[in-house]
């Protein structure tokens, strides 16, 4: 299908007094005005194009390829302001709208902001927005402890830099963490550092590595941890079978491998379990 807000390969069907008329294998055509007609364009050349509306409603092709595609984040900058909401420039001749109602704070003209490019579901039409939060869903993560991850800043405050992470989920750089000058916009790579009970990020910009402590047990118990999301359902009032089960060590190594890490205050011993701090 050719789907509005999309970058596509399209395939050039026939000439019109318009323009050139695009198709895709499912029989589907769209116009590319002769403003954009490139200079191949025999019959059955491939153009990749990128689709939107314009003004009047008609699904048009451009060959002026976006900064953002549908579903995406980007920092745009704002072109002007009008009554009903912002235009921000999106790298292609039509630019986009942000209407009032999707403004987390009133935008002004000449500035950058993080924004999200939509499809309206029932016109059909771009839209921007900047209530990022509203587009970022923690329910289902599909990262875990140490992963390399994609990041797009678009917050900043006291606790630190508030990330989009691979354009799904929101993590936290908490200040303490950060050693390099960051702005609001950047695009960075960064490591899931923590996964929290209740599904936040927490991320570092560093790589996460096994540290090897004095006791291999101890080693061993963090590694462990680290794989499983920081949090493990023992404690040193746990059976000697179910921890022999767990590492393949006796209680006593067990025991002192805790004691190795909680002296360091990389893990805190909970009622139900051991949770991963460090």
Known sequence: ?????????????????????LGDAEHE??????????????????????????RDDRQLATTRLPKVQAGEFARLRVQSITAAGAWAD????????????????????GRWYVMRLAVDERSDRLFGSTRIDEFLDNTDLTVHYGDKVDLLVFGRSDLGFSVIVNNIHQGLVH???????????????GYVKQVRPDNKLDITFQAIGYRQFNDENATLLAKRLQSRNGFLPLTDKSSA??????????????????????KERKVRIEEDGIAWIG
């Not at 050039?12 to 008329?21: E, F, M, N, T």
């Not at 002769?34 to 025999?42: F, G, K, L, S, V």
């Not at 079978?241 to 909680?262: D, H, N, P, Q």
């Open 1 to 21: 299908m050719i789907h509005t807000g999309r970058i596509q390969d399209l395939v050039v069907l026939r000439h019109s007094s318009a323009g050139l008329i």
């Open 29 to 54: 055509e769209v116009l590319l005005p002769n403003t954009e007609r490139p200079t191949d364009n025999t019959v059955g050349s491939t153009l990749r194009v990128f689709i939107y509306r314009d």
């Open 90 to 109: 999106m790298g292609t001749e039509a630019e986009l709208f942000v209407p009032d109602d999707e403004q987390k704070k009133s935008l002004e003209e």
């Open 175 to 189: 200040a303490e963490d950060v050693f390099k000058p960051v702005s609001v916009g950047d695009r960075l790579t």
């Open 241 to 262: 079978a179910a921890i022999y089960e767990e590492f393949g060590i006796s209680k006593k190594a067990f025991k002192k491998a805790l004691g190795a890490l909680y």
